[in-house]
T-cell receptor, first 112, second 114 residues
């Protein structure tokens, strides 16, 4: 069973920042949160992950609350190509021996 | 650019046929995975492998087997295809340790069993 909670769908205007929330209230210790997305008819794509500090890469930023029980994935300037299902996965231990559980994710639609 | 390739994008097979789905990665990854994806059920792990000739069952291994004779290649075998195995099949690979969670996926094979 997925241990994260995400809204089923969101819309965002093209060029605006898309903020996708995720609740992971059972997180503890050295557990990570990972984000993937899946564009229609493609395989999932890894985006970013975090432990407790905010993270940024060329695709997105990840903001984790101080209590670590929720996080927000930010796509700073959304484009039509960002329309996809976004999966928040975790919490995952830092040994790499757990399975990825893809829940139903958030279907993000970028509106022209 | 890293790449995971799968032998077919679309495949149509008859009930009872033996089906081979091939996956090749060029990243020298130790870990390889097979998932299936169905509407409303998300991605489900079928089998995975941490090394050549090693395999582990995932959540739904029944009706499937796998083979990993070379590091770069991971094959999924449907011994006797059935209609309930109609699905999208996705292969992935990753490095070991914490980077195991950074999986690179192939484009998928949409299999239809009639």
């Amino acid at each position: 069973d997925a241990k994260t909670t995400q809204p089923p769908s969101m819309d965002c205007a093209e060029g605006r920042a898309a903020n996708l929330p995720c609740n992971h209230s059972t997180i503890s210790g050295n557990e990570y949160v990972y984000w993937y997305r899946q564009i229609h008819s493609q395989g999932p794509q890894y985006i970013i992950h975090g432990l407790k500090n905010n993270e940024t890469n060329e695709m997105a930023s990840l903001i984790i609350t101080e209590d670590r029980k929720s996080s927000t994935l930010i796509l700073p300037h959304a484009t039509l190509r960002d329309t996809a299902v976004y999966y928040c996965i975790g919490p995952l231990e830092n040994f790499g021996n757990e399975k990825l559980t893809f829940g139903t994710g958030t279907r993000l639609t970028i509106i022209p | 650019d890293v790449k995971v390739t799968q032998s077919s994008r679309y495949l149509v097979k008859r009930t009872g046929e033996k089906v081979f789905l091939e996956c090749v990665q060029d990243m020298d990854h130790e870990n390889m995975f097979w998932y299936r994806q169905d509407p409303g059920l998300g991605l489900r792990l079928i089998y995975f492998s941490y090394d050549v000739k090693m395999k582990e069952k995932g959540d739904i291994p029944e009706g499937y087997s796998v083979s990993r004779e070379k590091k770069e290649r991971f094959s999924l075998i449907l011994e006797s295809a059935s209609t309930n195995q109609t699905s999208m099949y996705l292969c992935a690979s990753s490095s070991p340790g914490l980077r195991a969670y950074e999986q690179y996926f192939g484009p998928g094979t949409r299999l239809t069993v009639t």
